[in-house]
């Protein structure tokens, strides 16, 4: 199993305190979690319970103190939230493809959970054994999820290109470029000789969107609470994509190349 302390189990969990304390500080729903229906009441309280939440699992995924059940605790979240509010909007118009962004992102973090739970040192118990059995959807959710976002960066590719830095020549060039980048990540993902080589260019592409893109896009305008939000999301899906890396090199044989654990 990988080491506790990784770049990736860091930003995911940096990630989840932070848009739990952007919960506390608005007292709304951000990014992460989309707003409850109208006729849900106590809109404010609901949202500052999952902001605690997040922020006590995201310090314990951190601090390495009950990674696991952490996990869980945001997994199950994650999975109510795909079920009962992401999902629902999207088959409201399932034809329109931008409307499963956030549906297959959400999916996508709830991998991150699964690896995370999943990596942990064997011990004999339900939950353990659930995760290392689930583990493989890691690749698979994150892997749907870049397939997605390729795709529609042909589909959507005007709107694309006005998210691309204005000082950087070439705009369609990139919107293209990072298109077929995410595609040949997503299938990199499910071809078990690629996947290590996916999950790490992957991470390292979406980390550059971070400072690139998304802090940049969130300094200009800080009133914009999701363009902050955007900031973690990119960066908790970075760490996801390094916490699969380190798995698949973990999981390699000793005595297999250069990259075999010595």
């Known amino acids: 199993m990988i080491a506790k302390s990784t770049l990736g189990r860091l930003f995911f969990a940096i990630s989840m ?4 304390v952007q919960q506390l500080i608005t007292g709304d729903f951000v990014r992460l979690v989309p707003p409850l229906p109208a006729w849900i009441p106590w809109h404010s309280f609901w949202a500052y319970l999952v902001g605690v939440v997040l922020i006590v699992a995201g310090a314990a995924i951190g601090l390495g103190r009950g990674v ?5 605790v945001l997994g199950a979240m994650i999975i109510l939230a795909f079920l009962l509010l992401h999902l629902p909007r ?3 118009d399932p034809l329109v493809g931008f409307m499963w962004t956030n549906p297959f992102k959400a999916l996508a973090m709830l991998g991150g959970t699964i690896i995370l739970a999943g990596i942990l040192p064997e011990e004999d118990s ?8 689930l583990m493989p959807l890691g690749s698979v959710l994150l892997g749907g999820f870049l397939l997605l976002g390729g795709v529609q960066h042909f589909v959507y590719a005007d709107f694309v290109a006005q998210l691309v ?4 020549p070439g705009t369609r060039f990139w919107v293209y470029f990072t298109g077929v980048a995410l595609i040949a990540g997503g299938m990199g993902l499910f071809i078990p000789k690629t996947a290590r ?3 790490t260019m992957s991470g390292i592409m979406m980390l550059l969107w971070v400072v690139m893109l998304h802090i940049p896009r969130a300094l200009a305008d800080l009133s914009k609470a999701g363009e902050t939000a955007g900031v973690f999301e990119a960066l908790a899906l970075s760490g996801v994509a390094f916490m699969l890396a380190d798995l698949r090199r973990a999981a390699k044989p000793a005595g297999q190349g250069p990259t075999a654990d010595r």
Do not use: N
């Open 165 to 168: 830095p204005s000082w950087i």
């Open 68 to 72: 696991r059940w952490a996990a869980a």
């Open 17 to 20: 305190v932070a848009s739990g």
């Open 126 to 133: 339900g939950i353990s054994r659930l995760f290392r059995r």
């Open 90 to 92: 999207a088959l409201s």
């Open 197 to 199: 080589l996916a999950a």
